[in-house]
């Protein structure tokens, strides 16, 4: 009997430093984010984030952001197709006009291309786009010929902006996206 007691007892203890080894192997962190859109079930990454801010002090502040996997060249935006990096090949752009009259808001912001009021004003999804001489020579948009309804929830914590969209296509079912991380500011000088 002492020697099953015995056994019993190891047993259990290589149980418990069984189970307790593979606890400390879970590593504690951030989970990967993944900063891309979907079309037909086809990732296409954007990790880089740029905002191009406008606004009078009077009304809602207007944004456009861009979401690329190449970059934009210039920190100063004069509203040109000529200030991207050559190897540029996808990207996500909103037209935002927010509830603040100095910056963009956290909230949902639905697709409404017809009023004035806070919202998303137009959106451009891009897939093989061709630069050259950083000037955008074509590519494969779904614009508001094609979005039916959507909308992007903007959420911010520090210098951090977390944008998820959805967005309702006639052709290309639900496209979706999320991107996670700084929002680079370029000055509006196309006025």
Known sequence: MKKLNLLLTIFIGLSILSCSSDDDSIIVGNPQTRTEFIINGADHSTPNGY???????????????????????????????????????QGVIFNITSTSITELETGTYNYELMTSEPSLNETSISTNIIVTDNCIISADSINENQITSGNLAVEKSGNVYTLTYTFQTNDFGVVSGTYVGQLELFQDLSN
């Open 51 to 89: 905002i191009v801010s406008y606004y009078d002090g009077t009304n809602n502040s207007k944004h456009a952001i861009y979401l690329l996997n190449g970059a934009i060249i210039n920190n100063e935006w004069y509203g040109e197709a000529c200030d991207y990096t050559n190897d540029l090949t």
